[in-house]
């Protein structure tokens, strides 16, 4: 039922800086979690973090902790994932998901609701 749109994908230097944003509409989300997931070339989509509007509660992949940081706007129900030192091996299609539990998961099938997708390519 959730709709969900991501943007601010794009081309950056390994090193740099980039911010995703994912806008849902359709729901409340009073018991969501919300959370980002990659598809690399030739790999399988992959966990990257989430967050659980009803605890505040957030879990990452170990290969971007202490890089990647979601947040919140609640107002404008709202998700962003701020990239930071990133990697060539970052390079992947990234995909906003939600489902409506307040429990994090990081199975892809645990998830109902996806966008499309959006890319980021990290050059070295």
């Known amino acids: 039922q959730v709709q969900l749109v991501e943007s601010g994908g794009g081309l950056v230097q390994a090193g740099g800086s980039l911010r995703l944003s994912c806008v849902a509409s359709?729901?409340?989300?009073?018991?969501?979690?919300m959370g980002w997931f990659r598809q690399g070339p030739g790999k399988e989509r992959e966990f990257v973090a989430a967050?659980?509007?009803?605890?505040?509660?957030?879990h990452y992949a170990d290969s971007v902790k202490g890089r990647f940081t979601i947040s919140r706007d609640s107002p404008k129900n709202t998700i962003d994932l701020q990239m930071t030192s990133l990697k060539p091996e970052d390079t992947a299609v990234y995909y906003c998901?939600?489902?409506?539990?307040?429990?994090?998961?990081?199975?892809?099938?645990?998830?109902?609701?996806w966008g499309q997708g959006t890319q980021v390519t990290v050059s070295s």
């Open positions: 967050f659980s509007w009803t605890s505040g509660s957030t």
């Open positions: 998901a939600a489902r409506n539990a307040p429990i994090i998961s990081t199975m892809r099938q645990a998830y109902d609701s």
């Open positions: 359709g729901r409340t989300f009073s018991r969501a979690t």
